[in-house]
């Protein structure tokens, strides 16, 4: 199976910081990568796929870059709505697997 | 619009099984396949498989073949997943999840999660 490794586990920004996520796949897996966020008690949300589309309707301040195995994710101004925890999710082999979870909480 | 409802809740003991619904709207229901998510407690997320209702096609992840089973009726544009043998490892919830488009991986649609509980 492909392993998903983020970083950092948690961390903490301020309103109107950047903050940026990576996540490491254990081969290439060509851009099959996708980002979600979610909110306690919510289900996932798609924010990201294919490393850097962005999905309708997600604020333009999410943007997701990487090739090969690196990724990473970008918020380029930290809002209040933005506190939750994201997982990167490759889409490139059965099973797809999904990376531990990046806890994000405003500072 | 595309929504997922999934039915409620569920306390079962060690040992048996539950079966979950996952019903679809707002789009052809055979048009796309449906994906279903375990998340433990605390825990991050795992792929268990997917069905594709058109042609009643069903891929799994290993770990969980022989505990999940995928079924679909069109004819009530429903999803199900049962779970067998239950202990306390399969205390979760679980989602179902559509596709963003057709054939692509990205899961854009979820349902609200059924939260089983496994214990005597």
């Known amino acids: 199976d492909i392993q998903m490794t983020q970083s950092p586990a948690s961390l903490s920004a301020s309103l109107g910081e950047t903050v940026t996520i990576q996540c490491r796949a254990s081969?290439?897996?060509?851009?099959?990568l996708a980002w979600y966020q979610q909110k306690p008690g919510k289900s996932p949300q798609l924010l990201i796929y294919g490393a850097s589309s962005l999905q309708d309707g997600v604020p333009s301040r999410f943007s997701g870059s990487g090739s090969g195995t690196q990724y990473s994710l970008k918020i380029s101004s930290m809002q209040t709505e933005d506190e939750g925890v994201y997982f990167c999710q490759q889409g490139l082999k059965y099973p797809y697997t999904f990376g531990a979870g990046t806890k994000l909480e405003l500072k | 619009e595309v929504k997922l409802q999934q039915s409620g809740d569920e306390l079962v003991r060690p040992g048996a099984s539950v079966k979950m619904s996952c019903k679809a709207s707002?789009?052809?229901?055979?048009?796309?396949?449906m994906h279903w998510v375990k998340q433990s407690p605390g825990q991050g997320l795992e792929w268990i498989g997917t069905i594709i209702p058109l042609i009643d096609t069903t891929s799994y992840n290993q770990k969980f073949k022989g505990k999940a089973t995928l079924t679909a009726d069109k004819s009530s544009n429903t999803a199900y997943m049962e779970l067998s043998r239950l202990t306390s490892e399969d205390s979760a919830v679980y989602y179902c999840?559509?596709?963003?488009?057709?054939?692509?991986?990205?899961?854009?649609?979820w349902g609200q999660g059924t939260l089983v509980t496994v214990s005597s």
């Open positions: 999840a559509r596709e963003v488009y057709y054939g692509l991986p990205w899961f854009a649609y």
């Open positions: 707002g789009y052809t229901f055979t048009d796309y396949a």
């Open positions: 081969e290439d897996i060509y851009s099959g």
